[in-house]
Each structure stands twice: as structure tokens, then as C-alpha cells.
């Protein structure tokens, strides 16, 4: 049995400090888009037909709230797939990480554009962008990992190259979803809903494969 090198053994342990660090950076990101759920000050809410009408006046940031939910929540479940294929880390893979999780952390203020400013396209285009700045950042991440080999050995090689390909496609889909808002905002947002459940799926296929005896 081969014993691990002390740089080997280094880059595992530093994979287990980013995941744990990755994992706390999203649980931070719900909690501030929690904070912009609430009724104004002066809101009256002394009988059901006056709270009925504050919350419906709150309905553009529970919705905000939603799409940002789903992009974080799915994007967590890919970090989720995509951290249990590799084997080590780096610090460039460090860099990669910091980079995507500081993009993550704009989630908050593109979900307070959306909810306070619905019927703005600019609000949409600002989404798209950070999505985009989040595929982007992914897209040079896969290769990396994939050239410098921090995946496990029995990673499945095709599927990541493959899930690289359905990133870049996916970038375009971004833009022209926040396009779009300026024919219709309401299908700009639905369409980026929509969008957004994606990350659930595809990197589910993601897996090691154990070599059998």
C-alpha cells in the first residue's frame, strides 16, 4: 500500500478547511437574504385585510427571495457533488474558491435589486451578470482541477468534461434570460427560476468509481 506524501496529506487537509469554510460562506449568504423579509414600519397590520395588503406589497421580495434561494441552495448541492470527486487542493484552487464564494456573496444584493425594483430591467441584467461571473469563474476551475489532477483517481473524466461543456452553454442561456427583461420582466424572472434548478441535476452524475478487484 502506498503511503501518502506529506504534500498529498496537505492538500487533503486544506480540501476539508475549504469545504468547511465554503459551506459556512452559504449558510451566511441565507441568513442576509432572510434580513430583507420584513414589512415596512409604518405598515398597519390591525386586521387581516390591512396585513393581506402589507404582505402583498412584500410579495416582489418574497419572490426575490425565492430565486435567490434556489440559485444559492443549488449551487451549494453542486459545490456539494463536485467537492466529494476530488482528493486535495492547492492554492490556486484556493484562489478559484474565494473568487466564487465573493461572487456568492453578491447574491444578497441582487436579490434586494430584484425585490425592490421588479419592473427594472437593469435589476435582471445585474443578476444575470453575477451568474455569469459565477459560470465563468466555474468554467476555469473544472480545468484546472482536471489538468493539476485534484480529482479522485476513479473521477469519471468524461463527465467533467462534459458538465465544462454544459457550463459554457449555459452562460449564454444567462445572458439571454436577463436580455429578455426588456421585453417582460415577469418572464425574465420566471425564466431565471426556471434556470436555476439546473444546478440541482447536472452535477449529480458526478461520482467516483471504484476500481474492482
Same mark, same amino acid.
Given at each position: 500500500?502506498?503511503?501518502?506524501?506529506?504534500?498529498?496529506?496537505?492538500?487533503?487537509?486544506?480540501?476539508?478547511?475549504?469545504?468547511?469554510?465554503?459551506?459556512?460562506?452559504?449558510?451566511?449568504?441565507?441568513?442576509?437574504?432572510?434580513?430583507?423579509?420584513?414589512?415596512?414600519?409604518?405598515?398597519?397590520?390591525?386586521?387581516?385585510?390591512?396585513?393581506?395588503?402589507?404582505?402583498?406589497?412584500?410579495?416582489?421580495?418574497?419572490?426575490?427571495?425565492?430565486?435567490?434561494?434556489?440559485?444559492?441552495?443549488?449551487?451549494?448541492?453542486?459545490?456539494?457533488? &463536485?467537492?466529494?470527486?476530488?482528493?486535495?487542493?492547492? +492554492?490556486?484552487?484556493?484562489?478559484?474558491? =474565494?473568487?466564487? %464564494?465573493? @461572487? *456568492?456573496?453578491?447574491?444578497?444584493?441582487?436579490?434586494?435589486? &430584484?425585490?425592490?425594483?421588479?419592473?427594472?430591467?437593469? +435589476?435582471?441584467?445585474?443578476?444575470?451578470? =453575477?451568474?455569469? %461571473?459565477? @459560470? *465563468?469563474?466555474?468554467?476555469?476551475?473544472?480545468?484546472?482541477?482536471?489538468?493539476?489532477?485534484?480529482?479522485?483517481?476513479?473521477?469519471?473524466?468524461?463527465?467533467?468534461?462534459?458538465?465544462?461543456?454544459? @457550463? *459554457?452553454?449555459?452562460?449564454?442561456?444567462?445572458?439571454?434570460?436577463?436580455?429578455?427583461?426588456?421585453?417582460?420582466?415577469?418572464?425574465?424572472?420566471?425564466?431565471?427560476?426556471?434556470?436555476?434548478?439546473?444546478?440541482?441535476?447536472?452535477?449529480?452524475?458526478?461520482?467516483?468509481?471504484?476500481?474492482?478487484?
Amino acid at each position: 500500500m502506498n503511503s501518502i506524501s506529506e504534500k498529498e496529506l496537505s492538500g487533503r487537509k486544506l480540501l476539508e478547511r475549504i469545504t468547511m469554510f465554503n459551506d459556512a460562506v452559504y449558510a451566511i449568504v441565507l441568513t442576509l437574504m432572510v434580513l430583507d423579509l420584513k414589512l415596512p414600519e409604518n405598515a398597519s397590520c390591525t386586521t387581516v385585510a390591512a396585513m393581506w395588503h402589507s404582505l402583498r406589497e412584500l410579495s416582489p421580495k418574497l419572490l426575490a427571495f425565492l430565486l435567490s434561494v434556489v440559485l444559492v441552495g443549488g449551487n451549494w448541492i453542486s459545490s456539494v457533488n &463536485i467537492q466529494r470527486t476530488q482528493v486535495r487542493a492547492d +492554492s490556486k484552487y484556493l484562489v478559484f474558491t =474565494v473568487i466564487y %464564494l465573493s @461572487i *456568492i456573496a453578491l447574491t444578497p444584493f441582487t436579490c434586494h435589486l &430584484i425585490g425592490n425594483y421588479p419592473d427594472n430591467p437593469l +435589476s435582471y441584467l445585474v443578476f444575470g451578470g =453575477v451568474m455569469d %461571473l459565477m @459560470i *465563468i469563474n466555474s468554467i476555469f476551475y473544472f480545468r484546472y482541477c482536471r489538468k493539476q489532477n485534484l480529482f479522485h483517481e476513479d473521477a469519471n473524466l468524461k463527465e467533467i468534461k462534459k458538465l465544462e461543456k454544459i @457550463i *459554457i452553454v449555459l452562460g449564454f442561456f444567462v445572458v439571454a434570460i436577463a436580455t429578455t427583461s426588456f421585453l417582460s420582466t415577469k418572464l425574465s424572472f420566471c425564466l431565471f427560476l426556471a434556470y436555476n434548478l439546473f444546478p440541482f441535476f447536472i452535477t449529480k452524475s458526478l461520482r467516483i468509481y471504484q476500481n474492482r478487484a
